[in-house]
């Protein structure tokens, strides 16, 4: 069950048992990595919660933390639902790349369809911090290149339990 605290005419946090919560085990891997989590189609909020189970099963990271969600406006295309959105902390052993194809195939096994940009979509997965590094390629900006003009990145990151300036000092 959700607890649902109105931000504005146009927000709104949720929170339960999972968003936020961190997990008392220590990060077992090299890199710490800053998930965004977004999607606007079907049950969403549900879609989250078993997104972080499948995340706790995977060999290749370990779940640290998520922050709240956050339900906010579409941008881009306006013509569709609004959006869901929050952030979950990672280690992994792997290099941005090679996650970054790994969340690609969640995506699809979450139903992600691409049809066209800022398409309505189950789950969209997007790297916003990978530790402290910087890369700009054509498949992958990281920091994310708009993070800091996006509430429903900017209020998850806000309600981590632990200060993320360690993995990404502005």
């Not at 979509?121 to 997965?125: F, G, I, K, M």
């Given at each position: 069950m959700f607890v649902a605290?109105?931000?504005d005419?146009?927000?709104i946090i949720y929170a339960n048992r999972t968003f936020p919560t961190k997990k008392a085990s220590v990060a077992r891997f090299r890199h710490r990595v800053i998930l965004g989590v977004g999607g606007n189609v079907g049950d969403t909020r549900r879609r989250m919660?078993?997104?972080?189970?499948?995340?706790?099963?995977?060999?290749q990271m370990n779940t640290i933390q998520s922050g709240v969600i956050l339900?906010?406006?579409p941008f881009g295309n306006l013509e569709q639902a609004y959006f869901y959105n929050t952030i979950i902390e990672i280690s992994t052993s792997l290099q941005p790349r090679a996650l970054l194809r790994l969340l690609w195939r969640i995506e699809?096994?979450?139903g992600r369809v691409r049809s066209f940009l800022n398409a309505p979509?189950?789950?969209?997965?997007d790297m916003i911090f990978f530790d402290n590094r910087s890369m700009n390629t054509q498949e992958l900006t990281v920091p994310h290149s708009s993070w800091r003009e996006r509430q429903s990145v900017l209020v998850p990151l806000r309600s981590l339990k632990r200060n993320v300036q360690k993995i990404r000092r502005q």
């Open positions: 605290r109105f931000i005419e146009q927000h919660e078993h997104l972080w189970i499948y995340l706790n099963r995977l060999p339900k906010n406006p699809k096994r979450f979509r189950t789950l969209d997965l």
